[in-house]
């Protein structure tokens, strides 16, 4: 059974950066694609970036790209999120998701997923 546990969030002021981690166990971490998506309350869960298995592929929202970056340690087994220039629209629950298939883009391609990690942006 794979496990994500992600952390990095917190609480943080328009402009300033964080990165969030996700670790994952129990399964072939350089095989899988991985993604981050956020969710408010309210809303519907949405796409911020995925990365391919081994790192050549990525794709973002269009509303972080030049904010956001994605990358990956398949070494430590973890997948980052460097967040800058951060805003308060970008307050959401993070999730870190992993797909069996080398290569996703959506979170019905996703098979396992973290429990979530909140980031909230104040102005």
């Known amino acids: 059974q794979v496990q994500l546990v992600e952390s990095g969030g917190g609480l943080v002021q328009a402009g300033d950066s964080l990165r969030l981690s996700c670790a994952a166990s129990?399964?072939?971490?350089?095989?899988?694609?991985m993604g981050w998506f956020r969710q408010t309350p309210g809303k519907v869960r949405e796409f911020v970036a995925v990365?391919?298995?081994?790192?050549?592929?990525?794709s973002y929202l269009d509303a972080v790209k030049g904010r956001f970056t994605i990358s990956r340690d398949n070494a430590k087994n973890t997948v980052y999120l460097q967040m800058n220039s951060l805003k308060p629209e970008d307050t959401s629950v993070y999730y870190c998701?992993?797909?069996?298939?080398?290569?996703?883009?959506?979170?019905?391609?996703?098979?396992?997923w973290g429990e979530g990690t909140l980031v909230t942006v104040s102005t």
């Open positions: 998701a992993a797909s069996r298939s080398g290569v996703a883009w959506t979170e019905y391609e996703m098979n396992y």
């Open positions: 129990g399964g072939t971490f350089s095989s899988y694609a």
């Open positions: 990365i391919s298995w081994s790192g050549g592929i990525t």
